[in-house]
């Protein structure tokens, strides 16, 4: 069994392990073909076992039963409220040019959950946005950079023109998200060896 295996699912990380588009996902499970609930904040959440079920039935290949080294995959986690910039950075990773390479994605909208998945996710790139509520952009670098399983993680702010960003950062993907931009920061590294952690 493969490891990193989230129990819940986003609409992005289950578009991502049925090689699928999230729309397409969201188009299922309003279908009603895919269990799914919603949080407070009205994000739809997906269930391992509900996911599994559903791809069983319709044949559909999951990542880890094709044996997938998830280590092997560059891991990014995006931070951020707004759906339009998750789907921008979503679609410049899924674009024809990399997806030869893949990308494991998870994505948060909060600073409690954006902790818990530096941790268990362990991500190679982390795109966060500096105006969310709630997050303190210097303690998060901090735990990722103190943590040797993500201490070479390159941490991207997002954030307006003019806006002013920490030092900290290693890139900044300004609004409106360019695919472009995006795939420059991720591109360089995918498939080297610091990525094989």
């Known amino acids: ?43 739809r959440r997906i269930m391992r076992a509900d996911l599994e079920h559903f791809c069983r039935r319709q044949g559909i290949p999951m990542q880890w039963e094709a ?20 789907d921008a950075i979503l679609d410049a990773l ?8 893949g990308f494991s994605v998870e994505h948060t909208d909060n600073a409690f959950d954006a902790g818990r998945l530096v941790t ?11 105006d969310l509520p709630g997050v303190d952009a210097g303690r998060i ?9 993500t201490a070479r993680a390159r941490v991207v702010a997002i954030a307006a023109e003019g806006v002013d960003v920490a030092a900290e950062f290693d890139d900044v993907l300004r ?11 991720t591109g360089p590294v995918v498939g080297a060896e610091s990525l094989r952690r």
């Open 1 to 43: 069994m493969a490891k990193n295996i989230p129990d819940v699912f986003s609409t992005h990380s289950a578009a991502r392990f049925c090689r699928v588009t999230p729309m397409t996902i969201i188009r299922w499970i309003e279908e009603g073909r895919i269990k799914a609930y919603k949080t407070p904040g009205g994000h």
């Open 67 to 86: 044996r997938v080294d998830p280590d092997a995959t560059p891991r990014v986690l995006v931070v951020d409220d707004d759906s339009s910039v998750v």
């Open 94 to 101: 899924m674009d024809s040019s990399t997806k030869d390479e």
């Open 120 to 130: 268990s996710f362990r991500p190679h790139f982390v795109f966060l946005d500096v």
């Open 141 to 149: 670098i901090e735990a990722i950079r103190t943590d040797p399983a």
């Open 175 to 185: 609004h409106p998200i360019a695919q472009g931009a995006v795939r420059a920061i």
